[in-house]
């Protein structure tokens, strides 16, 4: 995406600038709807200042991406003892893994954290939420593959509150956004946890490589569950996850926490304005 950049540092602001500048922005993943509305409103605020240099419209439109990205309510912020993490997300997200950093972090700041491994449909999908527990010294509840998810999440939470955790996160099947009955269950296990006395905080694990697909996937989470937060994960690989600013521009949803490697301690709260550079260089 240095095509950004270097479109600026050689053209002299005019059309043929604007509509190469949309067409980046949507081979970036921006969105079309996103990258038409940017450029729309970048455009009419150079021209209505007089702006003559690129450089100085290239500025405009980093602020413009920063200001769709900062919104939103911080995470951790239901008021529910123990706080309730339900990540949702589909198969190859990288869910499992962004759930032991997040516990990890948590534990970092002395908070007692438990794992309700609620896949139940994959018993490796339970052996690997178990080996990020052991990592990270968080216990793990979990019943036999092919048990129902929401007697997991009830046993889960009953342990959560028997234990005075300060919160209790929930892994759900990689499910297919697709798949109506998969969709009907997460609702499910959503009401398991509402009628236990308890406010989840819904947290959508995205790839940052899935490109437009992310916003199908954001739309359909959204509908069935609402969605509150994103944690971007496999921000360390080449794609820059330019879909985020469709799905903050779009669906209103905040990006939380970012992913940036394999290790536990890989991840770090989301900051609009190094993403945005980051974008554009």
């Known amino acids: 995406m ?22 980046l922005l949507i081979l970036a993943d ?7 509305k940017l450029v729309e409103t970048v455009r009419e605020k150079v021209e209505r200042e007089g702006v003559k240099e690129a450089g100085q419209a ?7 991406m ?26 190859g997200t990288g869910k499992t893994t962004s759930i032991g950093k997040l516990a990890n972090f948590l534990k970092s700041q002395g908070r007692e954290v438990i794992l ?43 342990a959560a509150r028997a234990r005075k955790a ?22 499910k ?3 398991v946890i509402t009628r236990g006395g308890a406010e989840p905080e819904v947290w959508l694990v995205l790839d940052a490589t899935t490109g437009q697909n992310g916003l199908t ?6 509908e069935a569950v609402g969605v509150d937060g994103i944690f971007l994960a496999k921000l360390d690989s080449m794609a820059k996850g330019g879909i985020v600013l469709a799905i903050c521009a779009e669906l209103r949803i905040p990006i939380w926490f970012v992913g940036t490697g394999q290790g536990l301690d890989d991840l770090a709260h989301f900051k609009p304005l190094e993403f945005v550079e980051a974008i554009i260089s």
């Open 166 to 187: 300060d919160f209790l996160i929930v892994d759900t099947a990689g499910r297919l956004h697709t798949k109506f009955n998969l969709m009907e269950e997460l609702k």
């Open 58 to 64: 290239k500025e405009m439109l980093k602020q413009e």
């Open 217 to 222: 996937q954001a739309r359909y989470f959204t």
């Open 189 to 191: 296990i959503k009401r």
């Open 2 to 23: 240095g095509k950004i950049t270097q479109l600026f540092e050689r053209s002299t602001i005019g059309e043929e600038l604007w509509q190469e500048l949309e067409e």
């Open 66 to 91: 920063v200001k769709l990205l900062q919104f939103g309510k911080k995470p951790f912020s239901k008021d529910s003892s123990p706080g309730v993490i339900l990540t949702v997300g589909v198969n």
């Open 116 to 158: 309700a491994a609620a896949d139940t449909f994959r018993a490796a999908a339970t052996e690997q939420l178990k080996y990020w527990g052991e990592r990270v010294g968080a216990p793990v509840i979990s019943h036999k593959p092919g048990g129902d998810p929401g007697a997991v999440v009830f046993d889960a939470l009953e």
């Open 30 to 36: 921006v969105g079309v709807a996103t990258s038409e």
